[in-house]
């Protein structure tokens, strides 16, 4: 009698331990909107509630931190003091922005000029384009390409940075989410958290055990709510670069919000949309915006210097979707309907 009360004893404390660590286990999820309105939604395992509200306070104060730094459009930001600055003296920036900009200049070097965040002049102009419904003057692109050219930036090694040409300015818009990603993402880490997810408004990071499976959006619809599949990824970016959101209507032709610096107009290469996989966020972000400039056959090409990296390219040839897939993605990759009909690998 007194050992299978015992028993019972036991059994209830293991009962109670089992299901702690359940709880404690769960996933908790939040999502606040920062820069203009984007979803930031962080998933993190194995947090009490307590520990995950304190968790969410330090991002929230992380991110909008940069956004005070990299935010093109509040006058007061520090790259608002920096663009159009004068190119007579170096100037002292904030760490965050140094190293924002020696990872522009690395992704700049690597994509062979593809990414550009110099380009602000020429997505004003298409920006004005959108807004007249006058498509600009061959000289009107001329004219703001000169004011274009990353390599026209240098550095001091105790942080300072220099414009070497007149009036330029720049536009982090191709990297910043994927950067802030890799930054809340040490900041989770530091904080203890051993597995999480970071989705900067589908520029995503995942770290810690066991895989995780990501939506990739449907690029016929804007919003990011439909799915054309899904993906399963272990440590690393998960980053889409698209034309199917945000892009100008100029008479009855859509125009892209991604500039190719060479030609100085909106691209229009037959890719939709590109997801890289692998890597930091940020390297996803600009790698994924450089392989939309490139197109197919360049990106395919580039793809083969950065073997940490996976890639999914949307394209579409007379009116027919094709999807071009990493080989070693494949077996990782649901494809919804339509989406699995024409799968190439490379
Ligand atoms: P993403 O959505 O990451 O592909 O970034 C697109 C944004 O990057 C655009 O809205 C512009 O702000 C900026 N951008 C456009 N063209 C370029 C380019 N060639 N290089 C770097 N940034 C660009
Ligand atoms: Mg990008």
Not at 221 to 236: I, P
Not at 289 to 315: H, Q, W
């Amino acid at each position: 009698m007194k050992s299978l009360k015992l028993s019972i004893v036991i059994g209830l404390a293991i009962g109670v331990v089992v299901l702690l660590l359940v709880i404690r286990e769960k996933q908790r999820e939040a999502v606040f909107y920062p820069m203009g309105g984007i979803p930031f939604k962080i998933v993190a395992y194995g947090r009490s509630a307590s520990e995950f509200r304190d968790d969410m306070a330090a991002v929230k104060e992380r991110v909008f931190e940069l956004e005070r730094v990299f935010n093109r459009f509040d006058g007061t930001s520090e790259l608002s003091r920096i663009n159009g600055a004068e190119t007579v003296a170096p100037l002292y920036v904030s760490p965050d922005l140094f190293s924002i900009l020696l990872d522009s200049a690395k992704w700049h070097r690597l994509s062979h000029g593809a990414f550009d965040p110099s380009v602000t002049p020429l997505i004003e102009l298409w920006k004005r384009s959108g807004q007249t419904g006058r498509l600009p003057a061959d000289e009107e692109i001329a004219t703001a390409k000169k004011r274009v050219g990353f390599e026209h930036i240098s550095y001091t090694d105790d942080g300072r940075v220099l414009f070497t040409k007149e009036d330029m300015s720049l536009d982090f818009g191709a990297i910043a989410k994927g950067w802030i990603a890799d930054e809340v993402a040490k900041l989770l880490k530091k904080r203890g958290v051993k597995r999480a997810i970071i989705d900067a408004g589908g520029n995503a990071l995942a770290f810690g055990d066991g895989t995780f499976t990501f939506g990739i959006a449907d690029p016929r619809f804007s919003g990011r709510k439909e799915l054309m599949g899904t993906v399963k990824v272990s440590d690393g970016g998960v980053v889409t670069s698209g034309n199917y959101e945000r892009f100008v209507t100029i008479g009855d032709k859509r125009y892209s919000h991604i500039i190719n610096p060479e030609t100085g107009r909106p691209v229009n290469n037959g890719l939709t949309a590109v997801t890289v996989i692998g890597g930091s966020a940020s390297d996803a972000d600009a790698l994924a915006t450089s392989l939309m400039i490139l197109g197919k056959d360049r990106s395919i090409e580039l793809l083969k210097e950065f073997p940490e990296c996976e890639a999914l390219l949307v394209a579409n040839k007379d009116g027919v979707w094709h999807v071009f897939a990493s080989a070693s993605l494949l077996p990782r990759l649901r494809l919804a309907g339509p989406w699995a009909d024409n799968v190439h690998s490379f």
